[in-house]
Nanobody, 118 residues
Framework: VQLQASGGGLVQPGGSLRLSCAAS????????MGWYRQAPGKQRELVALASNVGNTKYEDSVKGRFTISRDNAKNTVYLQMSSLKPEDTAVYFCNAFIREKTGAYEYWGQGTQVTVSS
């Protein structure tokens, strides 16, 4: 199984970006899919998660600004980020718990840089 993330970049404060992450491989189901981020000198933190039955969870600082969504048919998760702030600058990592024939496993995608700066 592989996670392929895309959509990072440089944006001005107040701007928007959309991240995408697609899972591929021998997948029976994607149980959880979401995003973490890690800023320089800080620990990796949860940004948002979405379950395969529609439940979502957000880190407090992004509530009302970020929206996570999934396309279960495509095994893809999206993170729509709006009203971006400089403190949102970080490397964003896609994360997924995936059920395969042999069990359920956690996977990480490669990071994608999000920089919010004027």
């Amino acid at each position: 199984v592989q996670l392929q993330a895309s959509g990072g970049g440089l944006v001005q404060p107040g701007g928007s970006l959309r991240l995408s992450c697609a899972a591929s491989g021998n997948i029976l189901s994607v149980i959880l899919m979401g995003w973490y981020r890690q800023a320089p000198g800080k620990q990796r933190e949860l940004v948002a998660l979405a379950s395969n039955v529609g439940n979502t969870k957000y880190e407090d600082s992004v509530k009302g600004r970020f929206t996570i969504s999934r396309d279960n048919a495509k095994n893809t998760v999206y993170l729509q980020m709006s009203s971006l702030k400089p403190e949102d600058t970080a490397v964003y990592f896609c994360n997924a718990f995936i059920r395969e024939k042999t069990g359920a496993y956690e996977y990480w995608g490669q990071g994608t840089q999000v920089t919010v700066s004027s």
